[in-house]
């Protein structure tokens, strides 16, 4: 069993920048691809970027593509997810979530394809 801490949410003014973390609690993430999904209020939890663990390819979702960027640490054993010229419509509450090594980059936007999910962080955007 992975369970999944995010860290780094908050508050930020329309074009600023903010960091999330993600770490394991009791596991590695050898073995696991990793991604980000969003919900805003109101609406449906949605893609926003993922790294297949073999290859380190990275996908993005087309709203975010250009100002955000997913990575991971093996060594530090975390992900993280840079987010600049952040916009009003950028606030949800973010999670993270891990996949098995064998799920296709493709299938990465697909949240049923994650076996495990973080509890969330919070990021509002201020216009």
């Known amino acids: 069993q992975v369970q999944l801490v995010e860290s780094g949410g908050g508050l930020v003014q329309a074009g600023g920048s903010l960091r999330l973390s993600c770490a394991p609690s009791g596991r590695t993430f050898s073995g696991y691809s990793m991604g980000w999904f969003r919900q805003a209020p109101g609406k449906e939890r949605e893609f926003v970027a993922a790294?297949?663990?073999?290859?380190?390819?990275?996908i993005y979702a087309d709203s975010v593509k250009g100002r955000f960027t997913i990575s991971r640490d093996n060594a530090e054993n975390t992900a993280a997810l840079q987010m600049n010229s952040l916009k009003p419509e950028d606030t949800a509450v973010y999670y993270c979530?891990?996949?098995?090594?064998?799920?296709?980059?493709?299938?990465?936007?697909?949240?049923?394809?994650?076996?495990?999910w973080g509890q969330g962080t919070q990021v509002t955007v201020s216009s």
């Open positions: 790294i297949r663990w073999s290859s380190n390819t990275t």
């Open positions: 979530a891990a996949a098995d090594k064998s799920i296709l980059t493709a299938l990465l936007r697909l949240a049923r394809v994650y076996a495990y």
